[in-house]
């Protein structure tokens, strides 16, 4: 893990530093950043992302309304085989509100990997404590080797195997937010996928075959995101788009090699949170990029007006006649012949109990 101290020499001058120490090259070590799961036709995934657990967080009502989103998704596929948490699980939070968080989704005894997002690093907790908590954790998925040059630090694959056969890879990437070591993180703005992350993505997946499908989950949205969605606002016809694009994306991020990489060699379908309000997914050069549905009300989600104009055609194809808050999952079902589906639940707590719950494919 290439980390990054900052040391406060005056009060207004601040140094960043990186520190290596003794580190390993990962390109010698990629087993290491490995995780085996046996593979099953129609194996499912759920996303959940930008939890936001802090310390003014109803621990219960949080619970509750995943249990909802777990139920709803069980009465659909029959079973879970995977839970992806994609970032911003926890913003000002404290080792209690953690601790909790580990401890409830250890007791779905369903596997679930975490990877990190901008917000968690901000809490009362210094970052490898709470690497440290997503390790020692009973069904986490979470490798984070020690005293490597990999930038970041939930860089890891899933292999899932049919024997000695890799039948699909899941890779899970840092795209960050330059983390230091300090309890207090001072706002550092949005990172990217990195070269090195890159050149890691493709010598994991090399290691598996060429012609093994792979989906990649990490949190901050590349700049492809960007650059569709003005394609698209521009009257693009040629890329298919679904879902609800609330609104844009942020200018300015740096370029990352990542996308261009690896949509020639393998890459499928790469699923992010971070943008809380949106849950846009698009076709683009052979590759299925989406954004997951925000998991829960913490901090702000987008609202949908069947009547607005931005949303009511979609809602009328969709046969959605009722306001909702865009808050839910998404689920990837992977399938023996190298496809994948994808749908969007859409996940309302009612105060009468007649809850809200609506599914969505991507394919339909």
Same mark, same amino acid.
């Given at each position: 893990?290439?980390?990054?101290?900052?040391?406060?020499?005056?009060?207004?001058?601040?140094?960043?530093?990186?520190?290596?120490?003794?580190?390993?090259?990962?390109?010698?070590?990629?087993?290491?950043?490995? +995780?085996?799961?046996?593979?099953?036709?129609?194996? *499912?995934?759920?996303?959940?992302?930008?939890? !936001?657990?802090?310390?003014?967080?109803?621990?219960?009502?949080?619970?509750?309304?995943?249990?909802?989103?777990?139920?709803?998704?069980?009465?659909?596929?029959?079973?879970?085989?995977?839970?992806?948490?994609?970032?911003?699980? #926890?913003?000002?939070?404290?080792?209690?509100?953690?601790?909790? @968080?580990?401890?409830?989704?250890?007791?779905?005894?369903?596997?679930?990997?975490?990877?990190?997002?901008? +917000?968690?690093?901000?809490? &009362?907790?210094? %970052?490898?404590?709470?690497?440290?908590? @997503? &390790?020692?954790?009973?069904?986490?998925?979470?490798?984070?080797?020690? !005293?490597?040059?990999?930038? $970041? &630090?939930?860089?890891?694959?899933?292999?899932?195997?049919? $024997?000695?056969? *890799?039948?699909?890879?899941?890779?899970?990437?840092?795209?960050?937010?330059?983390?230091?070591?300090?309890?207090?993180?001072?706002?550092?703005?949005?990172?990217?996928? &990195?070269?090195?992350?890159?050149?890691?993505?493709?010598?994991? !997946? =090399?290691?598996?075959? +060429?012609?093994?499908?792979?989906?990649?989950?990490? +949190?901050? %949205?590349?700049?492809?995101?960007?650059?569709?969605?003005?394609?698209?606002?521009?009257?693009?016809?040629?890329?298919?788009?679904?879902?609800?694009?609330?609104?844009?994306?942020? =200018?300015?991020?740096?370029?990352?090699? @990542?996308?261009? *990489?690896?949509?020639?060699?393998?890459?499928?379908?790469?699923?992010?949170?971070?943008?809380?309000?949106?849950?846009?997914? @698009?076709?683009?050069?052979?590759? *299925?990029?989406?954004?997951?549905?925000?998991?829960?009300?913490?901090?702000?989600?987008?609202?949908?007006?069947?009547?607005?104009?931005?949303?009511?055609?979609?809602?009328?194809?969709?046969?959605?006649?009722?306001?909702?808050?865009?808050?839910?999952?998404?689920?990837?079902?992977?399938?023996?012949?190298?496809? #994948?589906?994808?749908? !969007?639940?859409?996940?309302?707590?009612?105060?009468?109990?007649?809850? #809200?719950?609506?599914?969505?494919?991507?394919?339909?």
């Amino acid at each position: 893990m290439n980390k990054k101290y900052l040391f406060t020499l005056l009060p207004v001058v601040a140094i960043s530093l990186t520190s290596c120490g003794n580190a390993t090259n990962y390109k010698d070590h990629l087993d290491d950043y490995v +995780h085996t799961m046996k593979y099953y036709n129609n194996f *499912t995934v759920l996303q959940l992302t930008d939890i !936001h657990w802090n310390v003014t967080t109803d621990g219960n009502n949080s619970k509750n309304y995943i249990n909802k989103v777990i139920e709803a998704t069980e009465a659909k596929v029959g079973k879970i085989n995977l839970i992806e948490i994609t970032g911003d699980s #926890f913003m000002l939070s404290n080792m209690r509100y953690v601790k909790s @968080f580990v401890e409830y989704f250890d007791s779905l005894d369903i596997p679930y990997a975490i990877i990190w997002g901008n +917000h968690d690093q901000q809490g &009362r907790y210094n %970052p490898t404590w709470l690497s440290n908590q @997503f &390790r020692n954790a009973k069904n986490a998925i979470y490798i984070e080797p020690d !005293h490597d040059d990999l930038y $970041g &630090r939930s860089n890891f694959v899933i292999n899932l195997m049919n $024997g000695s056969e *890799t039948k699909w890879q899941i890779t899970n990437l840092d795209s960050g937010a330059s983390y230091s070591e300090l309890v207090t993180e001072f706002p550092r703005g949005y990172d990217y996928i &990195r070269e090195d992350q890159t050149d890691w993505w493709v010598k994991e !997946h =090399e290691k598996v075959g +060429h012609d093994v499908p792979n989906i990649t989950y990490y +949190h901050i %949205p590349q700049q492809q995101n960007q650059m569709v969605y003005e394609l698209v606002e521009a009257g693009d016809t040629t890329i298919k788009n679904r879902f609800f694009k609330l609104e844009g994306f942020a =200018e300015g991020k740096k370029e990352s090699p @990542f996308f261009d *990489t690896a949509k020639n060699n393998g890459l499928k379908g790469c699923f992010m949170g971070h943008a809380h309000a949106v849950d846009w997914t @698009f076709d683009y050069e052979g590759v *299925t990029v989406g954004l997951g549905v925000k998991t829960g009300k913490e901090l702000y989600y987008g609202k949908v007006d069947v009547n607005a104009e931005e949303t009511k055609d979609m809602c009328q194809q969709l046969g959605l006649t009722e306001n909702f808050d865009l808050v839910g999952a998404s689920l990837v079902t992977l399938h023996d012949d190298k496809t #994948f589906d994808l749908d !969007h639940l859409y996940l309302n707590e009612r105060e009468s109990g007649n809850d #809200f719950v609506r599914w969505v494919s991507y394919n339909g």
